[in-house]
């Protein structure tokens, strides 16, 4: 048994010899497209790896931008509790400042009360002396001397009294 009478054999050998001499080209073509697939996956991984540095890069850009935000409110937050702060001192002592001087208004209108109500005492006082002195007078002086003394101190009473 001579393995030349062996469809097998023959179909093995032809087998053989077609992939030994196809054996370049395919080799080619399965590793070019291999090739070709690792390249593409080479390029999808370096833009994966772009983006990923891209996106770390705006995340850090957004990052520092709110905490520029934030210490902007913070300013603002700071500056709105000092203005508050002056404000109410300014407007307590402005209260403070009003209060004292309703107070002395209010002393002022009793002083010149108190004047008033001196000066119309003392008025009616002035008056009520002049009643008297010109009964008494009148009642005592008869004539022209009386006339005459009584107007002269009813005219001098005013000056003298006020």
Known sequence: M???D????????G???FFVLVRK???????GGL???ADKIRGQLKEA????????SELAHWQKKQQEILSDAAAILRSAKEDAERI???????LKTLAERRRQQAVDKIREAEVAATAAVRNAAV???????RSILGDQVQGDLATRLLDQSIAALPGTLR
Not at 88 to 94: F, G, P
Not at 127 to 133: E, G, N, R, S
């Open 2 to 4: 001579f393995p030349f």
């Open 6 to 13: 062996n469809s097998y054999f023959w179909t093995a050998l």
């Open 15 to 17: 087998f053989v010899i």
């Open 25 to 31: 080209h395919l080799a080619k073509a399965v590793l």
């Open 35 to 37: 090739d070709g697939y």
């Open 49 to 56: 790896a772009d983006l990923r540095a891209q996106a770390q």
């Open 88 to 94: 109410e001192r300014e407007t307590a002592a402005n």
């Open 127 to 133: 008056d009520a002396a002049i009643a008297a002195t």
